[in-house]
């Protein structure tokens, strides 16, 4: 009850160029509506009110400018000038699940379609068919596209062939390929049957290091393997990239007291990563919506064992710090 009733003091009304309602992460300083968090947002709203999870999502295509791009943050008045993790259609998917909508699944199409395209065309620096986050200068926040904003990945300032972000992309062409086959678009369906089969092939091919077991980012400026371990290596899992063989030494991971073996599972940076780890951000804290995505990647796999362990100890923790303090952290 507690949860609901703060989610509903994070909506607003249409206004302006936004012709829906529309979510917020907090009041302030956070008061746009961001990219990913509206997603994140309408994972809980879906099981309250699907029409304003729908309504949430529709929100953020409002802002969506004619040649396919949507701003990691905006709110009537101001759009960033960079993007944020695709996964739009993934909240869209969610969201249809619980109430289906095909009118939903035909007025997404398009601006889904439209998104993932500009990635494409946009964020392949080196044109090897592998996207890389927008790279930014200020120290404290290298890549706040990403959504790990001071991650020790981006320590470097290089492009990087993003595990996380190529994971989204793939998945994303996946679930349209799905789409496309209910709206009767049978060549867009084998198209994006096409894009996500390659994705995961070079993702297996660049950014799987079969030594340590796990998924590290590639730095194309260096043309070497990125050594930082992340938890967005986990994230090949949700677009079905890792073979069962790969996603056994994955979870092998969270049992390593020498990786992310932590009493909260899973640590933003691998805990054996001493010259990154910190308690700063994404230098070490464990995020809530990072943990969901990676138990669904796991649930993918049928390893229920390790998605169940994660989401419990993540709701555990939640529930300790709310009784403690009276807030979410």
């Known amino acids: 009850t507690k949860a609901f009733s703060q989610m509903k003091t994070m909506v607003y009304a249409p206004e302006a160029e ?34 304003l999870a729908r309504n949430a999502l529709l929100a953020v295509f409002d802002l969506q ?9 905006g709110r009537p008045g101001l759009k960033s000038q960079i993007t944020q993790p695709p996964i739009l259609a993934f ?36 044109g090897a068919g592998l996207l890389e986050w927008y790279i930014e200068e200020n120290e404290n926040c290298r890549s706040g596209e990403s959504g790990m904003d001071n991650s020790p990945r981006f320590d470097t300032a290089t492009q990087l ?31 994006w049957r096409k894009r996500h089969g390659t994705l995961n092939r070079l993702i297996n091919q660049r950014l799987w290091n079969d030594e340590a077991g796990f998924y590290f980012d590639y730095d194309v400026s260096d043309d070497r393997m990125s050594q930082v371990m992340a938890s967005a290596g986990f994230l090949p899992l949700l677009c079905g990239a890792a073979s069962k063989e790969q996603a056994e030494k994955l979870a092998a991971h969270l049992d390593n007291q020498q990786t992310f073996k932590t009493p909260l599972p899973v640590a933003s940076i691998g805990i054996g990563d001493k010259k990154s780890y910190s308690k700063d951000m994404w230098r070490g804290p464990v995020w809530v919506n990072i943990n969901r995505l990676i138990a669904h990647g796991f649930r993918r796999y049928g390893m229920h ?5 994660i989401i419990d100890k993540t709701v555990a923790k939640i529930e300790q710090m709310y009784l403690k303090y009276g807030t979410f952290f």
């Open 18 to 51: 936004i012709k829906h309602c529309w979510t917020t992460p907090d009041r302030w300083p956070h008061r746009n509506m961001w990219l990913w968090d509206s997603v994140f947002h309408v994972m809980g709203f879906r099981h309250l009110d699907p029409a």
């Open 305 to 309: 064992e390790q998605a169940d362990m």
């Open 65 to 73: 400018t004619e040649d396919g791009f949507i701003p990691l943050y």
């Open 161 to 191: 062939d993003a595990t996380d972000f190529n994971s989204f992309i793939s998945l994303e062409c996946e679930i349209m390929a799905e789409f496309a086959e209910q709206l009767g678009l049978d060549q867009d369906a084998e198209l």
């Open 91 to 126: 909240g869209v998917k969610q969201v249809n699940e619980v109430e289906p909508s095909p009118q939903f699944i035909a007025e997404a199409y398009p601006h889904l379609k439209g998104y993932i395209e500009w990635d494409l065309n946009h964020r392949d620096t080196d």
